[in-house]
């Protein structure tokens, strides 16, 4: 697929989720699944995340609290640290995560607090043994 909006979809797909993990996905496709890779890149990462209004950071907090309130653990995870590559603080992402529990459902609420931590824990440790190695 070569169309501009495609080709501005995977630049940002990569840069917010990182290259390694989407040409990792891509790869993957297969006859069955690579038009749907590509509709997610052209549709998703080019025209909705591609628009100009909402900055990055304000799509990634939409995101998190609309795929925490559908309960999508994986896609979750995956969008949490998009939106920490995105500039969104833990504080932000913890006050957005107070807001999909009072509107989406505590249940929601709880599951979404339990990813972000998940995530924040592998951080840590990776950071942790980042420093124990210098």
């Given at each position: 697929?070569?169309?501009?909006r495609?080709?501005?979809?995977?630049?940002?797909?990569?840069?917010v989720?990182?290259?390694?993990?989407v040409?990792?996905?891509?790869?993957?496709?297969?006859?069955?699944?690579?038009e749907?890779q590509e509709l997610?890149?052209?549709?998703?990462w080019?025209?909705?995340?591609?628009?100009?209004?909402?900055?990055?950071?304000?799509?990634?907090?939409?995101?998190?609290v609309?795929?925490?309130?559908?309960?999508?653990?994986?896609?979750?995870?995956?969008?949490?640290r998009?939106?920490l590559?995105?500039?969104?603080?833990?504080?932000?992402i913890?006050e957005a995560?107070?807001?999909l529990?009072i509107?989406?459902?505590?249940?929601?609420?709880?599951?979404?607090?339990?990813h972000?931590?998940?995530?924040?824990a592998?951080?840590?440790?990776?950071?942790?043994?980042?420093e124990g190695?210098?």
């Amino acid at each position: 697929m070569s169309s501009e909006r495609y080709k501005k979809g995977l630049a940002i797909r990569r840069e917010v989720l990182g290259a390694e993990y989407v040409d990792a996905a891509l790869a993957r496709a297969d006859d069955f699944n690579r038009e749907f890779q590509e509709l997610v890149t052209e549709y998703c990462w080019g025209a909705a995340w591609g628009g100009e209004t909402l900055s990055r950071r304000d799509r990634s907090l939409l995101n998190l609290v609309m795929i925490g309130a559908l309960n999508r653990g994986e896609e979750f995870k995956l969008h949490l640290r998009g939106a920490l590559n995105n500039g969104c603080s833990r504080a932000e992402i913890k006050e957005a995560l107070i807001q999909l529990a009072i509107y989406a459902g505590i249940p929601a609420g709880i599951e979404a607090f339990r990813h972000a931590g998940e995530v924040f824990a592998s951080i840590d440790r990776a950071s942790s043994d980042e420093e124990g190695m210098q």
